[in-house]
Every structure is written in C-alpha cells, then in structure tokens.
C-alpha cells in the first residue's frame, strides 16, 4: 500500500501519526533536489527519481515489518476502508501541491510537448526539464519556455537579442547581416508531409537541427508568407523567437517579439521521449 501512497502501509497498522510523517516527509526530498541545483543535469534527475522509488520502498517495508510484530492486532477505529480512501486521496493532493510549490520555489518545470513547432529537436510527446533563467544570461540558440496574452505556456528558440537587427530570408535567419549556415542532412517523412532536414549553425557557432517542409501530398510546398520577413529592430528587454520546424510554426513572426518578463525558463534535457536514444539530450 505505502509503494503507492506513502504512509498507507501505516494507516493500516493503525499508526496514523506516523503516516502522516513518511506522507510529509516525501517533500522534503523534492525541495532538497530542486535546490541544490542537482537537476540542472539528467543524471541529478535519474538520482531523485531513484531516490523516490528507494524512499517508498523503504516505508514499505518499514509498514510490512511492523505489521508481522503485530500478531493478534484488534483493530482500531482508524482500520475502517473509508478512512484509507480519505488518507489516499489527501495525500495525492498534499504531494501534487508539495509538488507543484518545490517547482515554484527552486524554478524547475517539467511538462510534455504537445506541438511539432520544434521538431527535429524537440518532438511531440517528449517530456522536458526546463530550469530557471535570468533574461540577461539568455543567449542565442536558447530554447526557451515563456506564457502569452492567452496564459498559454509555449517554447522557441531565441534567434535574436535585445537591439539586434533581425530578418528572415527564406525561412533562414539573419542576425545583423549575418545570416544561419544551413546543411542538409537527411529528408524526413510524417504522414502527408516530406521534410528536408539541416544543420544550422549561428554566426556565434551555435549549432542545431531544424526542417523544413518540402512537399505535402506529393507536391511542392506552398509559399509561406512568414517565409520572409522585412528587417526589424528587437526592442529592449524583448527577444524574437523562431520554431526549428521553420515552415510549421507559430512565433515571433507571426505575434513579435516577446517581452523579458513573459520568459520563464530554458529547456536543459529530456527526461522521457518514446525515442528512448533522445531520453537525457541536452540542450547547451
């Protein structure tokens, strides 16, 4: 029971007090990991995973031992299936809040990808550890998670900083005149779509993966609009976001460029990916 919801085993046992401790003191370890910095890297992660599972398992087995010492036990009016569901249920709650404050007060998030805007690197279904970021430590090639008008959190790649000049130019970007060197490197297919993939590297010698598509249904791909872009100046504290699925995504060119504050956190690793070669892939 405890290897599911620690500190159940205890309430079986009748030891009510001392479930509630294992229950809270699963916390603890969360906000010990968030705030040693040990999670900036995926084998902290695979630590405080271990960690956790080791954890249940020791109170489970701390429930199991105390059970045998029991012998004739006559229950006692905490050994009701009621007060289990409660325990359960109130303590899934205590964990996802306890959860959700140790991500708050050490800047950790962790949530699945829904979109392909930042394939090749970053597919749909990947699950990601985003850490917190000082908006004047951002730098190009950045991945970075930031909210909108919509309260929607959404993830781009940083292509341009405050005061730079920038313009697209056949979905390539061009950070004051300079523009990606862009190399092919394989050509990829999803369902109706073909896509050219490359390796792009920024004049700072930040380099990436990205595609574009080249035909959907057989046929040459639409011109896209967004495409090219005029050049522009990015505002101060702002900064222009673009997907590595350049010709499938939604970002600076279409709503500009987003403000510092709006920019929350930069993607590190991936923690989990149905690709199992992409689980702890960082992001520098």
């Known amino acids: 029971?405890?290897?599911?919801v620690p500190?159940?085993?205890?309430?079986?046992?009748?030891?009510?007090?001392k479930a509630i401790f294992y229950l809270l003191a699963f916390i603890p370890i969360l906000f010990l990991?968030?705030?040693?910095?040990?999670?900036?890297?995926?084998?902290?992660f695979f630590i405080l995973a271990l960690a956790l599972?080791?954890?249940?398992?020791?109170?489970?087995?701390?429930?199991?031992?105390?059970?045998?010492?029991?012998?004739?036990?006559?229950?006692?009016?905490?050994?009701?299936?009621?007060?289990?569901?409660?325990?359960?249920?109130?303590?899934?709650?205590?964990?996802?809040?306890?959860?959700?404050?140790?991500?708050?007060?050490?800047?950790?998030?962790?949530?699945s990808v829904p979109s392909q805007s930042m394939e090749p690197s970053i597919q749909v279904g990947d699950r990601i550890m985003a850490t917190r970021l000082n908006p004047m430590n951002i730098e190009l090639g950045d991945v970075v998670t930031f909210t909108r008008e919509d309260g929607q959190k959404y993830l781009c790649r940083v292509v341009g900083l405050p005061n730079?000049?920038?313009?697209?130019?056949?979905?390539?970007?061009?950070?004051?005149?300079?523009?990606?060197e862009w190399s092919k490197t394989r050509t990829s297919w999803d369902k109706n779509f073909e896509y050219q993939e490359y390796q792009s590297k920024l004049s700072t010698g930040r380099a990436y993966h990205i595609k574009k598509i080249l035909k959907f249904n057989?046929?040459?791909?639409?011109?896209?609009?967004?495409?090219?872009?005029?050049?522009?100046?990015?505002?101060?504290?702002?900064?222009?976001?673009?997907?590595?699925?350049?010709?499938?995504?939604?970002?600076?060119?279409?709503?500009?460029?987003?403000?510092?504050?709006d920019i929350k956190n930069k993607v590190a690793y991936i923690?989990?990916?149905?690709?199992?070669?992409?689980?702890?892939?960082?992001?520098?």
Do not use: C
Not at 7 to 17: A, I
Not at 33 to 40: A, E, K, R, S
Not at 244 to 260: E, F, H, K, M
Not at 271 to 284: A, L, N, P, V
């Open 1 to 4: 029971m405890s290897l599911f």
């Open 7 to 17: 500190g159940l085993g205890q309430v079986y046992n009748g030891q009510l007090k």
């Open 33 to 44: 990991f968030g705030l040693t910095g040990v999670l900036d890297h995926f084998l902290g």
């Open 53 to 111: 599972v080791i954890y249940r398992i020791l109170v489970s087995i701390e429930a199991l031992r105390t059970s045998k010492k029991l012998g004739e036990y006559e229950l006692k009016p905490v050994n009701q299936n009621w007060i289990y569901l409660v325990f359960a249920l109130s303590a899934n709650i205590v964990l996802w809040y306890g959860t959700q404050l140790s991500r708050e007060v050490s800047g950790y998030e962790t949530f």
């Open 164 to 180: 730079q000049e920038i313009q697209i130019i056949d979905d390539k970007v061009v950070i004051n005149k300079d523009i990606e």
């Open 218 to 261: 057989g046929a040459d791909s639409p011109f896209f609009e967004f495409s090219n872009k005029e050049p522009i100046k990015v505002p101060a504290n702002h900064f222009y976001v673009v997907g590595d699925n350049r010709n499938n995504s939604l970002d600076s060119r279409y709503y500009g460029t987003i403000p510092s504050e």
């Open 271 to 284: 923690w989990w990916s149905f690709d199992t070669k992409r689980i702890g892939m960082r992001f520098e």
